[in-house]
């Protein structure tokens, strides 16, 4: 099983931007799928963004489009989410997701089998 570890996380002001990066355990070209989540205190997780390693093809909540952009380098192993126009309702616990279920939406939770330890995005002035 695939393992992922967070960094990037930090303080910013609204408009502000930063880097999350995930980095895997092993080749992520062969996870096919990975994801961003989040989640806010008291709230669900929910997923960001989604991208299939093979050709780059990426989805987004609406939330996030045009703001948020995923990547990926598969020779480093690693996922990217390059936030933008932050606001504060950005804030919240930030995580890598690997090894999807592709019977069940993306965008849920549960569909995601390997989590890493999260990084916190905060947003205010």
């Known amino acids: 099983q695939v393992q992922v570890v967070e960094y990037g996380g930090g303080s910013v002001q609204p408009g502000g931007s930063l880097t999350l990066s995930c980095i895997a355990s092993r080749n992520i070209y062969s996870a096919k799928w990975m994801a961003w989540f989040r989640q806010a205190p008291g709230q669900e997780r929910e997923g960001v963004a989604m991208?299939?390693?093979?050709?780059?093809?990426?989805i987004y909540d609406d939330y996030v489009k045009g703001r948020f952009t995923i990547s990926r380098d598969n020779a480093l192993n690693t996922v990217y989410l390059q936030m933008n126009s932050l606001k504060p309702d950005d804030t919240a616990m930030y995580y890598c997701?690997?090894?999807?279920?592709?019977?069940?939406?993306?965008?849920?939770?549960?569909?995601?089998?390997?989590w890493g330890q999260g990084t916190q995005v905060t947003v205010s002035s």
């Open positions: 991208i299939f390693t093979g050709n780059g093809a990426t």
């Open positions: 997701a690997g090894e999807r279920n592709t019977d069940t939406p993306w965008m849920l939770a549960g569909s995601w089998h390997t």
